[in-house]
């Protein structure tokens, strides 16, 4: 079979440099285009599970991570007035990587693009597919500067409202809205904030996690009318009356919003049945099967996709064939983290304030045999060509 020589990725975020760094690790010449115009990111923090981690260890950029981020390797609930309820483990950690790693998403789109570009990566921002053709032998690729060039395959990293799936598979796989949305903003991390603590409320939950000695970043869950829209200026005000009700550590860390610096983003899933590809083009992370963000998982699945993708296509066989070994490779796992992502959001999001009793004791109950079967499952190997994942 002839070899992929070239790939084109569409989408310069996690998945997408990942999946550029991956495809030269295996000699494969990669262009990456971003429609958006620099290399700026909307986000605050994000949260690196240990899956995640075996995947950055096998992009070479796992030590830079740890090095800008904070690890631990618990989770912590209360209630909303902040009393306890349960501490767990985490046990997605190996003999090489923690079980957790925060840090902030630009330090990671950073760590990912200067990996690129290292790797003789071209990222071309401003720019995006305009028009392509599949002849079966390779794919002819109009962008939108103008520019024409000819591909082995084309990967589409391109995100939750992706123009190359709607190109792909048409109007009928678009994002789903949950009927909820999570409000982010980073702050100065309390002495106390070590590990993951959720705090559950009345139809809200609300989450903080350590980013780095300095820094921590507050989530906060609830339910919003689909199509809502707010302005910047008033995403602070309209955070704290969320937050109105809250006890303990949230409501200090309430009274400290800044009037900037919050982000609000609906929750939306995608659900995309394999294959994700069509011919010589496919379609990978969220574009393909964007989840509720409750295990944190949507950019560690993304990355796994990125490596799997570039050791199929080294394969001696059929582009199409190992296109559709990806997606194959791909589907039940992600179709799990959706899964467990969604009845999460759902069964937090359906909690009342005279329900927590009942669910604190459901919780002490059944989470930690929850956890670990997830937790498992997620140890478990992603690509064909891994060593046996050790803890």
Not at 21 to 29: K, M, S, T
Not at 190 to 206: C, I, K, Q, W, Y
Not at 358 to 367: S, V
């Amino acid at each position: 079979m002839t070899p992929v020589r070239n790939c084109l990725v569409v989408g310069a975020g996690i998945g997408g440099l990942g999946a550029a760094v991956a495809l030269r690790q295996q000699g494969i010449d990669v262009d990456v285009v971003e429609i958006k115009p620099d290399a700026r990111v909307v986000g605050v923090g994000i949260n690196q599970p240990g899956n995640s981690l075996r995947a950055l260890d096998v992009l070479g950029v796992l030590e830079e991570c740890l090095a800008v981020g904070y690890q631990f390797d618990r989770n912590e609930h209360f209630d909303w007035q902040g009393r306890h309820i349960l501490l767990t483990p985490c046990s997605l950690g190996t003999d090489r990587v923690p079980p957790n790693n925060a840090l902030a998403r630009a330090a990671l789109h950073r760590i990912l693009g200067d990996a690129a570009r290292r790797a003789g990566v071209n990222v071309r921002y401003g720019a995006s597919v305009a028009d392509l053709v599949d002849d079966g032998d390779g794919v002819t690729v109009t962008f939108t500067d103008g520019r024409v060039g000819r591909y082995d395959v084309v990967a589409a990293f391109d995100g939750i409202r992706s123009p190359m799936r709607r190109r792909l598979f048409g109007a009928a796989v678009e994002p789903q809205y949950t009927g909820f949305a999570v409000w982010r903003v980073t702050l100065p991390r309390p002495a106390e904030v070590t590990h993951t603590m959720l705090f559950h409320g009345d139809r809200s939950n609300t989450g903080v996690i350590p980013l780095s000695p300095e820094h921590m970043y507050l989530l906060h869950v609830t339910a919003e009318p689909a199509g809502a829209r707010y302005e910047d200026a008033e995403l602070a005000a309209l955070l704290r009356q969320r937050l109105a009700g809250y006890g303990g550590l949230v409501a200090q860390l309430r009274d400290t919003l800044p009037d900037d610096g919050v982000v609000y983003s609906p929750i939306s899933e995608v659900h995309l049945s394999a294959p994700w590809h069509r011919g010589r083009v496919i379609v990978l992370g969220d574009a393909a099967h964007a989840s509720a963000p409750n295990l944190t998982q949507g950019a560690a699945m993304a990355l796994e996709d990125a490596v799997v993708l570039a050791d199929e296509l080294v394969r001696d066989r059929p582009v199409e064939d190992s296109l559709a070994a990806v997606s194959d490779l791909r589907f039940a796992r992600t179709k799990l983290v959706q899964d467990v992502s969604h009845g999460i959001l759902a069964t937090e999001m359906a909690i009342t304030s005279d329900g927590l009793e009942d669910f604190a004791a459901n919780l002490r109950e059944h989470l930690p045999g929850q956890a670990a079967f997830v937790e498992a499952k997620l140890n478990e190997h992603f690509r064909l060509v891994a060593d046996p994942v050790t803890t």
